[in-house]
């Protein structure tokens, strides 16, 4: 493990500092107040120069290179997976501890996989590098973790995923999408290759996260599987995922079934819930009561309802889980690792 000195304030650097991630780790660095001696914004050569606010005070934009991370302790990436093969190594070799969003590094088995509401001991073994998990998968994690020990067998997830999740530059063109209305016959605006240039967005559902892979799955599907028995360390978990994206700004949501080696009551499973760090219990079908996607906007947290017991299985209980994308899938749950590090955490 590469120690991080106990201080009473840090100098972090944010890399992609001017992405919607970047700014939304910004945001939560100082919403979350944690311990900021120094903020160092690190983007590409065409964003340097550029001001971001912090705490009430413009910061501006240096071009990432290995020097800029000289005498950095935490380093929070999120400028994609190239940019994170390159300059991790040089963070740590800088002496910084590197938390990092993309999937890089996600499934190396000597770089923790992190949530800290279920994993935070994973964090003792870090050699300088430490994985902030797929959107998706977090939040899954969050409200599964307080049942794995009633026998969990088998997770059935199917997801509802925001365009955001693709970048702002998909935002911008489901909102255009929208301007033009349902009759438009103009090809899409989607300037990613997760998104199929002939299927619109608005006003449709389509599923498809990411690439296909050979298997027929995408590979957004596979990170659900792979990441979810990394993190819970349940090698042998089965996972049978479908990631769908549906034309909403923010927030995930996820129709989960669970199946145990016993039959298991819905109470049960609401009273851990209810306990359970980082989840919020919405479950009151009678008031109509039950997550949305603008219910997470803009929280941490991960919202949990709809919780019901299989109709032909006693085995098998089903939920509803939503959280922000931006936030607890990503810049919240990276600053949560932050604050874990150094000791004021989870």
Known sequence: MVSLQKKDAYR???????????????????????PVAELRLLASPKSAGQTISFRG????????????????????????????LTFA?????????VIDNSSAYRMHEDVPLVVPEVNPHALAHHRGIIANPNCST????????????????????????AVSGMGQKAVDALMQEVARGPASSEPTLFPVVSQPEHYPMA???????????DNGYTKEEMKLVNESRKILELPGLAVSPTAVRVPVLYGHSEAVALRFSRPVRVEEVRERLARAPGVVLVDDPARRRYPHPRMAAGTGETYVGRIRQDLSDPHTVLMFIVADNLLKGAAWNAVQIAEALIGRGV
């Open 57 to 84: 005070e413009p910061v501006v934009v240096q071009a990432a290179e290995e020097a800029a991370f000289a005498g950095i302790d935490i380093a929070l990436f999120s400028a994609g997976a190239d940019a994170s």
């Open 203 to 213: 006003f449709n559902v389509l599923p498809q996260c990411d690439v296909f892979l």
């Open 89 to 97: 190594p040089l963070a740590v070799r800088q002496g910084a501890v």
């Open 12 to 34: 972090v650097a944010v890399l992609g500092a001017t992405g919607a991630v970047g700014r939304a780790m910004v945001e939560t660095l100082a919403r979350r107040n944690f």
């Open 138 to 161: 977090i939040q899954l994690v969050v409200a599964v973790k307080p049942l794995v020990d009633l026998g969990l067998e088998h997770i059935h997830v199917a997801t509802y995923q």
